[in-house]
């Protein structure tokens, strides 16, 4: 109820011992107190009651004015409820939050991309769906709606058989991205060079296990291929393959990966190309590198140096030339496959089941 202060006897400046500062002193107390009693008094006013009351209040107003179905009211509900949740949810989601199962997938899409999906799905029904945002939004976007090819559009970076999306990526990496492997690979470079050059010596020959790469004057001598070891070539090369499985990174169980020695022979260049996918990167140990050889990745040149690794994202565009003579002879690298250093360990462990290598 109300009530003033005037019903609240106040003692005589006498009584309190002291000058009338003191009677000033107990209206402000009381005064407080007053304050506070009215503060918790009061009933408590939310803006979501507030406005789940005049929603109630709309919807009476509504139903007496004309009659409702019961069922038509209780499915509208239902559709506010999962709008509301969805619109709450919007903007939050990441490549960490759990992908439903039951997503469509775009009719449009080609047989090998429904053939990934499904090896995802399948992934996920052993596993768990947690993590997997990224590559179900990576398989959802490798067409687009009008069954277009993504890959068909012009980019610098343009992976033409998968693209993990939000993945920060540039042409050359930093030695610290994979610092351990980079300083294994250095540091075998003497009996990796030793190897080769026995090899080498042998003859290039695709009975000695040789294969011949895009144009005329490429040669490699794979160690890995596709995911799948060739135990032949590592029987030749023992002490290089023990360095591959001391690797931290390497893919080796899954056919985005490979490793071998490439070979470039004078005069010759590789045009414009794109790698397979940006999950990966490659590490370039050069072994024989003449001064006339040149990388460009992304616009950016770079030249190989001997002993000494080069970090390259190859999704992205680039060319390779030899514009060196006969006399200096080959170039030459180690090149092997290394994780992305922002593909998450769930998803490799994903992607090696996804792209299975064929034996």
Not at 224 to 241: D, E, F, K, L
Request: hydrophobic residues 35%; contains cysteine; neutral net charge.
């Amino acid at each position: 109820m109300p009530w003033s202060l005037d019903l609240v006897p106040l003692p005589p400046c006498a009584l309190l011992g002291g000058p009338p500062l003191s009677g000033l002193l107990w209206t402000a107390l009381l005064l407080f107190l007053w304050y506070c009693y009215r503060m918790g008094s009061d009933p408590p006013s939310h803006s979501g009651m507030l406005k789940s009351g005049s929603c109630r209040s709309s919807f009476s107003r509504s139903s007496s004015r004309s009659p409702v179905d019961p069922r038509l009211s209780a499915s509208k509900a239902s559709a506010a409820i999962t709008m509301e949740t969805l619109e709450e949810e919007e903007g939050t989601e990441s490549y960490l939050t759990p992908v439903l199962s039951h997503a469509p997938f775009p009719t449009e899409a080609a047989a090998e991309s429904r053939k990934l999906y499904r090896a995802l799905q399948e992934y996920a029904k052993r596993y768990s769906w947690a993590g997997m945002g990224r590559i179900h939004k990576g398989l959802r976007t490798f067409l687009n709606i009008c069954g277009a090819r993504i890959n068909d559009r012009p980019s610098i970076q343009k992976p033409h058989l998968f693209h993990l999306p939000d993945v920060p990526s540039i042409p050359f990496f930093p030695r610290d991205a994979h610092r351990h492997d980079i300083e294994v690979l250095e540091a075998s470079y003497p009996i990796i060079l030793a190897e080769f050059q026995a090899v080498y010596q042998k003859g290039v020959d695709t009975k000695l296990g040789w294969s011949y790469h895009g144009p005329k004057g490429q040669t490699v001598f794979p160690l890995y291929n596709a995911g799948v070891c060739v135990a032949s070539n590592c029987r030749a090369c023992p002490c290089t393959y023990r360095t591959l499985l001391s690797l931290r990174t390497f893919i080796s169980s899954n056919s985005l990966g490979s490793a071998g020695f490439w070979l470039l022979g004078p005069g010759a260049t590789l045009g414009g190309a794109y790698g397979p996918t940006n999950t990966r990167l490659r590490c370039h140990l050069g072994l024989q590198t003449p001064a006339q050889c040149e990388l460009v990745v992304g616009g950016e040149p770079q030249c190989w140096s001997e002993g000494h690794c080069l970090l390259v994202d190859d999704s992205f565009l680039h060319t390779i030339s030899h514009n060196g003579g006969a006399e200096d002879g080959p170039r030459v690298i180690f090149s092997v496959d290394l994780w992305h250093p922002n593909v998450a360990a769930a998803e490799r462990q994903a992607l090696d089941y996804i792209f299975a290598p064929e034996q």
